[in-house]
């Protein structure tokens, strides 16, 4: 059975910090390229970042640059997004996304609000 669970989301102010985990089962995580996305309300799913099977390339959305950061743990099978100084048009839903071979797994996605 395939699961991605995030978690690490919440409640934040202005210039603040969190970092989401998602961590995978059900599947051979190595093989796959992971990337971050986020739905705000009223608007529609966009990519944050992806990162490859092995971790080598990371490429981020323009208005992600500079601010978060995505990596992964294979041991683990574990991927994350450090997110720095975040701005209230940083709030959304953030879902994990797991892709290899035509083959597409989402998780369940985590809350993340920025405000004070």
């Known amino acids: 059975q395939v699961q991605l669970v995030e978690s690490g989301g919440g409640l934040v102010q202005p210039g603040g910090s969190l970092r989401l985990s998602c961590t995978a089962s059900g599947f051979t995580f190595s093989r796959y390229a992971m990337s971050w996305y986020r739905q705000a309300p009223g608007k529609e799913r966009e990519l944050v970042a992806t990162?490859?099977?092995?971790?080598?390339?990371?490429n981020y959305a323009d208005s992600m640059k500079g601010r978060f950061t995505i990596s992964r743990d294979n041991v683990k099978n574990t991927v994350y997004l450090q997110m720095n100084s975040l701005k209230p048009e940083d709030t959304a839903v953030y879902y994990c996304?797991?892709?290899?071979?035509?083959?597409?797994?989402w998780g369940q996605g985590t809350q993340v609000t920025v405000s004070s």
């Open positions: 996304n797991a892709f290899f071979a035509l083959r597409n797994y």
């Open positions: 990162i490859t099977s092995a971790g080598g390339s990371t």
